[in-house]
């Protein structure tokens, strides 16, 4: 689904939509939307989120060099280490075996230029070596979902990728593709949230935060929709406060969470994810 065009997709969340609504009136989702009735947006401080369990709050909207850096560094390391015993080959091998090994790092770098989606693919795959990746996807992807959730978006499907995107929830909840118009006050409100929610999971339990880039590009695509301009600073605030509404959010459904990244780690089906949040 996440592949078909924008128009098929759309149609397809429609269909959901209207399911989900129908099993709203019947009172059998009671928890589905039921975060839209604490939004309300004030000025937040750092000083809030640290409060709130923020690890490093000041850390947010600064995007983690980890992966890069522990990318680059075995890289050369590899190819340093190949280079020298390559050099001790007899006769050309040993001259043009250490000049090609050598090339790899500025082959990777041009791709780096050329292709920097093809780079952070390949250092999303290689972050896969650290032993929390695994558990920082779960809590930031489970995160995404429950704030859709809980924000009456009608979520078709989940990823177990920390670095995709979430633009297909701000569509999904508006039934309209973002750049078709712009956004009220409201609505900017709503899908900031849960734009910032996997970020604000990994800020609960991690200092670093390695999946907050796709967040950020979403918050800001969504904030560029908005009826009102908004100044820099207040695009700070807001990105604040969707941080501190997640925080609180995560909190206040704790159970809830919990029970649906255990759903999400059996991989198991939306139904099932949905039915783990309503019994929790």
Wanted: hydrophobic share 45%; charged share 20%; net charge neutral.
């Amino acid at each position: 689904m996440s592949k078909a065009p924008p128009s098929v997709r759309q149609e397809y969340t429609i269909d959901i939509l209207n399911a989900m609504e129908a099993l709203s009136k019947e009172g059998a989702v009671p928890k589905w939307g039921s975060g839209l009735q604490d939004l309300e947006r004030r000025n937040v401080f750092i000083g809030e989120l640290s409060r709130l369990g923020i690890k490093k709050p000041d850390l947010i909207g600064k995007p983690s060099v980890r992966n890069d850096a522990a990318f680059l560094y075995t890289l050369v390391g590899f190819t340093s280490v190949v280079a020298v015993a390559a050099g001790q080959l007899p006769g050309d091998w040993g001259f043009f075996v250490p000049y090609l090994t050598g090339a790899i790092v500025l082959v990777v770098l041009a791709i780096g230029s050329t292709a920097p989606g093809l780079l952070q693919f390949i250092i999303g795959r290689f972050a896969q070596v650290f032993p929390d990746y695994r558990e920082r996807v779960l809590r930031h992807e489970a995160a995404h979902f429950l704030a859709g959730y809980l924000m009456r978006v009608p979520v078709t499907g989940y990823s177990l990728d920390i670095g995709k995107a979430h633009t297909d929830f701000a569509e999904a909840k508006l039934q309209q593709r973002l750049v078709e118009r712009k956004l009220s006050d409201e609505e900017i409100n709503q899908l900031a949230v849960v734009a910032m929610a996997g970020a604000t999971a990994e800020a609960m339990n991690y200092e670093e935060v390695q999946g907050q880039v796709a967040d950020l590009t979403d918050l800001q695509r969504i904030l560029q929709r908005s009826e009102q301009k908004l100044s820099n600073a207040q695009q700070q605030n807001l990105t604040r406060w969707a941080v501190y509404s997640a925080a609180s959010m995560l909190t206040k459904y704790s159970k809830e969470y919990e029970a649906l990244k255990q759903a999400m780690q059996q991989r198991g089906s939306v139904d099932k994810c949905v039915a783990a949040i309503e019994e929790a």
